[in-house]
């Protein structure tokens, strides 16, 4: 405190905050007299090593000085934004003995905010906190009072308390004041517990109270009871919330000049203070990630003290104020103590910066003498330089050996391309030898490289000759669609089915694989519905009786099945890249591969599956043919309908993003939606499927294509086909102009809860059906091992029991009947199998149960 002026310091974000109040002055034109009070911002200097002025502020206030007092300063949380802001109550004396409090803000723009104010017929004095809010919060004849900038109202917590020892936030139970008072007789208790208890024996007690949630909480979890009478001032180092147990760490001094560490409620370490009357305590982080614990004295002196070893670090004497944040910016945190001088007004000019490390300053030292000759600079630049050449050399041949291994990653996987290619157009390839591409042979040389070639060849061979209903290509925007279209009776036996395609040109430097996003499209014969999905889709469930006499009854439905799904719908399996690279070639050719599992029923298993590749056909692109217009997508007007090709349809969907939005409206009908599609958004429907429409309107929307289907006059679902979200936002706001407020769109994002229903049957019978059958091949072999030992007792067990019993022969062979029941019985239940075939019976059920999981999860999501 200096004369005339009063003086706060506080540290905040790593700046120092000096506030002042000036003297009063009488300013002309004004009523009265004007007190101001000025903030400063200070940051410390790196180059000087002192702290300088980087701005400052000033809020003036009506009254003598003598009448306006700072009573503390703290940085709180603002609960409009959630930043921590400085923060200052002020006093101010009215007439008739009341006294006005005001809590100012302090923003980045060293602009005051008045927050809150109320007024007192009582001065605050003790035990006065500030915390997020802000709110204010204090003690008065033993009762605990605060106020919030929320509700600007003085309350009164229901609690009697003779000192708070802290008060700070805690997970799920908000700002909780731990304080002391006269310990009390719990109901449950009788007198005599009573006066054994902890609180009994030394009168008083600790206990904490939520502001918020007005819940008791137990002081023992801080520290016991016992040292209620002696702790003088805590600080909480760790607080958190385990298995719904509060678990604190403490540190607290005490009126005896100690120091104890609490954890969990119980003393783990004490240390003697260098000096008397401690009061207060602060925690720092240094450099070195070390704790350390600073305690203030009331004769101004300070000491240090390590957590680790419970140590006396450092002490200082004449100390001001003490305050703990990163100054210099190194992400750690530092000590800084203000000391008192008489001779200088200034708060920093004498003062001291440290961790206990790499980092101590002091302003009685001159830096600028502090500087290293010119043959010490010297030396030490030749050992950085010599330090730095070892590391670019070492880096330099650490590039050298990726850029080699990269080198021959390449070679493979050209090699392999070219392999790829010769094997789909019926050509042999003869690898390069080892040596010649100085690599590791991974076989013998004696043996034949083409043998798998051979078996891949033998495959194909084995496929129809004409299994290509159609081969197709269409260029939509920057996109290239191929279309694969097989056919039908060839088509049921694949599965897992995906296009590649293939450049034909030998390139040295790229690979001639061409990236590819594959879908399928499936359009049944009414045209009702389209889908588009990246995998197989799963066909509409069909009953299914599980009371078969015979595998080959099973294998004949499954099939009879598989038949009537697959003739309800056409499937086209496409392939869609970016056509801007391969222009660049200005005309390419591609071969379009078909990779697939095929399917084929055996009398050991339901159905087995190979992986084949198959050469589907040829394409040929040129710039000039895209130039004309040769590939491209035409969707013209034809008498109220759109004229396009089944295959500019695929090609449209295939490049688009499928969104389905669920409409319910609840006051009305939904029949403005028509009116919508085909009026403002000049929709025609497809000559060939009359639910799916075109959007003709001009901008982005155009080449939208639409789905409306309404299942109640109050309830549809729309689907749209778009190129880009942004397409797909405008056509919401579009629709949400022509639906009434209440009506509700839902997104659904994996689909029609029907059609996932429906797939939900069929995963959940064919994981049924895989069951049976995998097992049904080791049930029928243990029944025909037992046929034969049934036979022979048959004429035992057709026979009467009574007539066994007549005579010694008839009751030993009644005896052996039974005992082969009993073999027969424990041989039903304990059969065994080899390995390999638990294997690939757990990996079929897998498998089953994992797509099962999965339409559980989008059905879920739905």
Known sequence: MILGEQEQVLSYNGEVLIFQLSKTKHVEGAAGKITKLSVRRMVFDRD????????????????????????????????????????????????KNVLKYLLLLLHS?????????????????????????????????????YISSDACTILSAPVQLSSIVWA???????????????????????????????????????FGYAIETHKMITGTCFMPHAYSRV???????????????????????????????????????????????????????????DLLFIVSFASGNTCAIWR???????????????????????????????????????????????????????????YKDDVPTAEGFQENGLLTIQALETRLQAGYTSIRELQH????????????????????????????????????????????????????????????EHFIEKLWQRVVGDRLVVGVELTEPFNLSLSDVSLSLVMDQDFTLISPIIECQNKIITLNKAFSALAISSCQIEPPPKKMKLDFHSKSDLKKELHKRSLKIQLDGAKTFIAVTSLSPLLAFHSVRCTVLLHAKKQKHQSDSLQKSKKITLLCGKILLSLEDISH??????????????????EDILAVLAVSIRFSFQIVSSDCTLAPVNSWLLGEMECTPFKECHDNLFCHKVGNLHGTVLNWTLKTPFEGVLTLFCRNLTVLFQCLHSLTRVLRPSSDIKLLRSGSKDILTDQLALALEKEVLISRNCFSSKENKSENSLTLANETGKKIGDAPVASFLDSEEGVQQFRKKLQNEREESVLSMNQTMNGALYQEIALKIAEAQLHSDMIVWRLSKS
Not at 114 to 139: A, C, M, N
Not at 629 to 643: E, I
């Open 48 to 95: 000087t090593k002192l702290f300088i002025q980087k701005s400052s502020g000033l809020f003036s206030m009506h009254g003598n000085h003598l009448e306006i007092e700072m009573i503390c300063c703290s940085c709180t949380t603002d609960c409009r934004s959630g930043i921590i802001l400085p923060c200052i109550l002020m006093k101010k004396k009215k007439r």
């Open 168 to 206: 700070g936030e805690i997970e799920d139970e908000g700002v909780v004041v731990l304080g002391i008072r006269t310990a009390c007789l719990p109901e449950s208790e009788d007198e005599q517990e009573f006066s054994t208890s902890d609180g009994a024996i030394w009168g008083n007690e600790f």
């Open 308 to 366: 680790d070893s419970f140590q006396v670090a450092s002490k200082w004497q004449k100390v001001k104020s003490v305050l703990v944040d990163d100054f210099i910016g190194s992400g750690t945190e530092q000590m800084l103590l203000l000391f008192k001088d008489d001779s200088s007004t200034d708060v920093l000019s004498t003062f001291r910066l440290t961790d206990f490390g790499e980092i101590n300053y002091a302003s009685d030292i001159n």
């Open 629 to 646: 217009g040769k590939y491209s997508v035409k969707m013209l007007r034809d008498n109220g309908y759109c004229a396009g090709s089944l």
């Open 231 to 289: 702790v003088s001032s805590i600080c909480v180092c760790k607080k958190e919330v385990l298995k719904k147990q509060l678990r604190i760490s403490v540190v607290a001094v005490t009126h005896k000049n100690q120091l104890i560490f609490f954890q969990d409620g119980l003393p783990r370490g004490v240390c003697e203070l260098p000096c008397e009357k401690p009061c207060s305590i602060k925690t720092a982080v240094t450099s070195s990630n």
């Open 405 to 464: 291994h990269l080198r021959l990653k390449k070679k493979v996987i050209l090699e392999s391309c070219r392999a790829l290619t010769d094997l789909v157009q019926e050509r042999s390839h003869i690898p390069p030898t080892a040596k010649k591409e100085g690599l590791v042979s991974l076989w013998d040389d004696t043996e034949n490289p083409l043998h798998s070639l051979n078996k891949e060849a033998s495959l194909i061979s084995k496929v129809p």
């Open 109 to 145: 723009s060293n602009q005051f905010e008045q927050s809150f104010h109320f007024k007192l017929d009582y001065e605050l004095k003790e035990d006065i906190r500030l915390f997020t809010g802000p709110s204010v919060l204090w003690r008065h004849a033993n009762k605990l009072y």
